[in-house]
């Protein structure tokens, strides 16, 4: 039986840096960094559930509760609108000045990022009115909480703070990339995929807390009910699990075949991961002492990306390669 593993102690915590200084690693072993990517999957599979066709390489979903919707970044400069309720039915587009590179939710509308014109979108839903900031860097995967709103820039190393009706506030220093952020309750942390850590945010004093490793590669992380980030390790094989404030990582549970996308159920406490190795998906219970292993299906052709529905527990899964959305039932 694949086992957890539970890391209580000797963890390596990445100090934060001055705001000044260059970020060093002493963990780094190569001087040639990359951001890990899904593995290129077999070229056919037999999806269980629906399918709902898309002509389209399909980069991200989200779905906007509130709104009844499920927003779709595609490698076109447009975002595609799908009925939750009707999935089936034609799709809307909207369109964008560039790809949408990064995406998030909110209650009734989602936050998209537009890397090449350096451009983050509130998209308010259903009507599809877009809201417009620009950056000097291209922006990551945004978060919002009441009148909070935190923008990782990437290549700028920062995030970006916005408060209410308050000017912005930037935070720097210890990361590689800015990609991700994530908030847990009052607690907010950001993903370096490049530098494949995760940082705490002290908000109050305006300064990037302590880091730890996200094994040998992150993917992408999304949040859990026990305020908790969980987070694919793409080259590592494993889906890991942290606490915050201090970050810490707390599970290591190996999942084969090149996890990335990664999506929460909080009604039914199911990590949902995707295997692009295996052109798979499986849902893990996650409120336990270890992931526990309930589903695993059969997807679409290269599932990069992985949203649910709280309410009814259908698993949506995109395909990037143009194999539309396959529509799952647990």
Known sequence: MRRLVAVVSGVTLLAGCSQTAEPHDDLQVTDNLTIAVPATSPATSKPVGTVIPLAKKITGLVIAPQARTI??????????????????????????????????????????????????????????????????????TAVASGDLELIPLTD???????????????????????????????????????????FDIDLVDGKIGAGQRAGQGAGNATTDRYGRVLVTDTRGGALLAFTTNPVMLKQRYP?????????????????????????????????????????????????????VD?????????????????????
């Open 310 to 330: 709280p309410d009814s527990g259908r698993v949506f899964v995109a395909s990037a390669t143009g194999g539309g959305v396959q529509v799952m039932q647990p």
């Open 71 to 140: 927003a779709l970044a595609t490698a076109d400069p447009e975002l595609l609108l799908l009925s939750l309720d009707d999935p089936g039915a034609p799709a809307r587009s909207v369109t964008m000045p560039g790809p949408v590179t990064a995406m998030s939710a909110l209650p009734d509308g989602v936050l998209a990022s537009v890397g090449i014109s350096k451009m983050l979108f509130t998209v308010t839903l259903p009507d599809a009115t877009l809201t417009a900031m620009q950056f000097d860097s291209a922006p990551g």
């Open 156 to 198: 700028a190393k920062a995030i970006e703070v916005l408060r209410g009706g308050g000017g912005p506030k930037r935070i720097s220093g210890s990361m590689f990339r800015a990609d991700q952020v994530l908030m847990t309750g009052q607690h907010a942390v950001v993903l370096d995929r490049l530098r494949t850590a995760l």
């Open 255 to 307: 999942v084969p075949g090149t996890p990335y996308g990664i999506a929460y159920d909080p009604n039914r406490d199911l990590a949902w991961v995707t295997l692009t190795e295996r052109n798979e998906v499986v849902g893990y219970h996650v409120a336990g002492g270890e992931p526990r292993e309930t589903h695993r299906f059969a997807t679409v052709v290269q599932p990069n990306s992985v949203t």
